[in-house]
């Protein structure tokens, strides 16, 4: 284990590794203490986090693709303030727009990563085709956009299978809804100034609804307020990287930043390189053909 470590610490950007093995140390010990206390919600959380943290390497080694280390570096924070943070320290509750900040990041990275994958097909010389700026970016605006999607997807088939509360609720005090309609039409009837709600269930399976709970300030919602909040905030973030993406295009060496942010292929300056040199023969042919003549 120790010779791993090692190893990868030799390969490896340094501080991207010192940060990577600072945390997965407090998760690791953090485990042990929830193991001892039987919390096995929060050590599920935890092996969670161990088994995210060991995509980036995976998929680098796997995919021969190179992380940039800031890149590498704001994934396992990412993981970490999602994970250990979010839900083990309760963040999402404690902290006041925690779930929205993340949501953001994750539109902005996963716009750059969009945009770095069909940026490498339109450097390669593999690809006969030559995609414009403005499709280059309207392409990882749209990754994003899909990954944003189906992580709601996820949360939601979540909390219908495990009966989670990954779709935060929230106290609303104004609905509008045909349901309350009372000719049944197609018509909203709005409800304002909701004080409280009472629910009434029932508790022994009789049909009889025995129980109650009664909600102060308004109405529960059923997550649709988080969600929604969650795909907007997922749209700023990737707005953002997708117009930095298409000067970048525009002009490389000015938004040359953008660089430590966006996944490469390990042998891409040699295929760049490839393409150029390729480009050069057929010139050279072009005009020993035109000599000849």
Not at 30 to 59: A, E, G, H, R
Not at 134 to 158: K, L, N
Not at 162 to 182: A, F, R
Request: aromatic share 12%; net charge negative; glycine share 4%.
């Amino acid at each position: 284990m120790f010779k791993k470590l090692k190893r990868q610490y030799q390969d490896s950007n340094k501080k991207v590794f010192i940060i990577y093995l600072l945390l997965r140390i407090y998760v690791i010990t953090v485990m042990i203490l929830q193991i001892l206390n039987k919390n096995w919600d929060s050590v599920f959380y935890c092996v969670l986090t161990l088994f995210l943290f060991t995509l980036p390497q995976f998929v680098s080694k796997s995919f021969k693709i190179s992380l940039p280390g800031f890149l590498e570096i704001i994934i396992y924070l990412f993981i970490f303030a999602a994970e250990m943070l979010g839900e083990l320290a309760n963040f999402y509750n404690n902290v006041s727009n925690w779930d929205t900040m993340l949501h953001t990041v994750n539109g902005f990275l996963c716009a750059a990563i969009g945009f770095a994958l069909i940026d490498i097909l339109n450097k390669s010389n593999k690809v006969k085709t030559h995609m414009t700026p403005i499709f280059v970016t309207f392409v990882s605006f749209c990754f994003s956009m899909t990954v944003g999607a189906c992580w709601e997807i996820i949360e939601y088939s979540c909390d219908i299978v495990s009966k989670s509360d990954m779709q935060k609720d929230k106290l609303v005090t104004n609905i509008s809804t045909v349901y309350l309609n009372p000719e049944g039409a197609n018509k909203a009837v709005q409800v304002n100034d909701i004080k409280y709600t009472i629910i009434w269930y029932d508790t022994d399976g009789d049909g009889v609804a025995d129980e109650s709970v009664t909600i102060n300030g308004g109405y529960l919602d059923i997550g649709i307020h988080d969600t929604m909040k969650d795909i907007i905030v997922n749209l700023i973030g990737a707005i953002v990287f997708s117009i930095f993406g298409f000067l970048y295009i525009k002009n490389r060496e000015k938004y040359s930043f953008l660089e430590n942010l966006m996944p490469s292929l390990k042998d891409e300056k040699l295929a760049i390189d490839t393409k150029n040199n390729n480009n050069l023969e057929n010139e050279e042919k072009n005009i020993d053909s035109s000599t000849k003549m």
